[in-house]
C-alpha cells in the first residue's frame, strides 16, 4: 500500500520530489490539511505561514523541474518559536514578545532556506525555553501525540510533537538543559544536541548562553541527520560558533559499530527511575553489544552535582540576558506613568517560571552570594566537563537513559517544580560539557509510551553517536511506530 504523503519519512519524500514522483507543493498542502485539521487537539503550532510554504513549495518544484537539488528542496519543516523567523512573529513562548517580528532570519534559518526547506510556521516552547513539559508556554500547552492527556516534554515540546504526529517532516528545536533529547524520548522521535558551537545561536533568542544549543529533530536517524547537515556550520556572526569543516553525516550512516566501545555509566542507573525505562535501556545496550560493539562500565562521578550546578549556572546567564525586556526597544510596553514602573509593569508579563528563574539567577550573582553560587557551581562544571574528558579516553560513545521516567500526565508536575526539575537528569550533564547527544526511540512501557536510548559522544563526534542510533534503528522497529492522532 502506497504511503500518504504525510507519512513519508524526509528522505523518502527528498527520493520522491528528485524523481518527480510528487511535488513540494503537493507534500505542503497535505502537510497543511493535516495541520489544519489536527493541530486544535495537539496544539504543537503558534503561527502557521499558509502563504509563506506555499510559495517557497511552488519556488522548489520549480528549482526540482530545472534539475537543481539541494539538501532539503521542497521538504516542509517548521522551526521553534524561539528562532528568529524574516517576517514571522517570534515570541519564545512569552506574553513579552508578543507581535515581536523580526526583520532577519536566524543563520540557522537562513541555511535551511538555501538548503530548499519549505517552512511550514513556528511551533510551541516553554517560555524562553524554561520548562520540561511545554506547560510555561504562555499561549497554550500542546499534548503529546501518544495520548492527549500527557505532555510532550520541553522545551522543544511544540516541535517534537509536530514532528511525532506528521505535522512536519523535521525541525529545528533548541537544547539548553535537555530541551531536544527529552522531547525527542517522550514523543517517540530522534532529537540531536549538537555539540556546542556546531549550529550558530545567532538570531536565536537567548536563554543561557553558555548553554543554549540548536538541535534538529526527525522522524529516524536519517531524517534527523539530513537537516542536520544541512544547518550545521561556522557562522560569523556567533563568537562560539566553531570553524570546523562540516563533513558528510548522512555517508557516515553505515551502520557498521563492529568494535565501537560504549560506555554505560553506573551514575545514570539510579534508584527512582521507571523499572520499564531501565529495562528498555539495558536491551537497546545488549542490542548494540550484539551488532559488535564493546560494553564498558565507566563513572561519571561528579553526576550528582549536575542538576543543582545547572540550575545556578542557567538562571544566573537568564537574569542577565532577560534584563534587556524593559518595555523600551521591542515587544509590548505597558505604561507604568514613569521609567521604573513602567518597567516593573512590562517586565510583569513574564510567566511564573521564567520570574522564578530570573530571581534565582540574580541572587545567586548579587555582591556577597556571587563566588558562595555562581563562582562554586563553574568551579562544578569544570569537574563535570573532566569526567566527561576521562570517560571519552576510554570508550567511543556513552550510552545511557534520555529520561528516568516517560511522559507525565498535563498538570501532573506544574505545583513541584523541583520534580520537574528532575526530568533533565540525565541531560544536563551533556550541556554543562559541551558534548554532543541525541535521543533515539528504544521501545513503549505498559501504558504504550515512547522510551528514548541517549546516546552521548565527545565534542564533535556527531558522526559517532549519529551512526550508533542508525545501526541500533535498522536492527530494531521501534521507529516505525507513528501515534494515532484524530481531531476528536
Known sequence: MTKELTQLSLVELRDKLRTGETTSVAATQAMLARIATLDSTLKSYLTVTPELALEMAKSADSRLQNGESTPLLGIPVTVKDIICTDGVQTTAGSKILEGFVPPYDAFVVEKLKEAGAVILGKTNTDEFAMGSSTENSAYKTTRNPWDLERVPGGSSGGPAAAVAASLAYASLGTDTGGSVRQPASFCGIVGLRPTYGRMSRWGVIAFASSLDQVGVFGRNVRDTTAIFQATAGYDPHDSTSLQ???????????????????????????????????TAVRAAIAKLESLGAEIVEISLPHTEYALPVYYLIAPSE????????????YGPRVDGGDLINTVKKTRSLFGAETQRRIMLGTYALSAGYYDAYYGRATKARTLIKQD???????????????????????????????????????????????????????????????????????????????????AYEQATNWHEKRPEVSDK
Do not use: H
Open 244 to 278: 570546523t569543516p562540516v563533513p558528510d553525516y548522512e555517508a557516515g550512516l553505515t551502520g557498521d559499530i563492529a568494535g565501537l566501545r560504549i560506555g554505560i555509566p553506573k551514575e545514570y542507573f539510579i534508584e527512582g527511575m521507571d523499572s520499564e525505562v531501565e
Open 318 to 329: 537568564a537574569s542577565a540576558n532577560l534584563s534587556r525586556y524593559d518595555g523600551t526597544r
Open 388 to 470: 566527561f574528558k576521562n570517560a571519552f579516553e576510554k570508550v567511543d560513545v556513552i550510552a545511557a537513559p534520555t529520561t528516568p521516567t516517560t511522559a507525565f500526565k498535563v498538570g501532573e508536575k506544574t505545583d513541584d517544580p523541583l520534580s520537574m526539575y528532575l526530568s533533565d537528569v540525565f541531560t544536563v550533564s551533556l550541556n554543562l560539557s559541551a558534548s554532543c547527544g541525541l535521543s533515539v526511540p528504544c521501545g513503549f512501557d505498559s501504558k504504550g509510551l515512547p522510551i528514548g536510548l541517549q546516546l552521548i559522544g565527545d565534542t564533535l563526534q556527531e558522526g559517532t553517536i549519529l551512526n550508533a542510533a542508525y
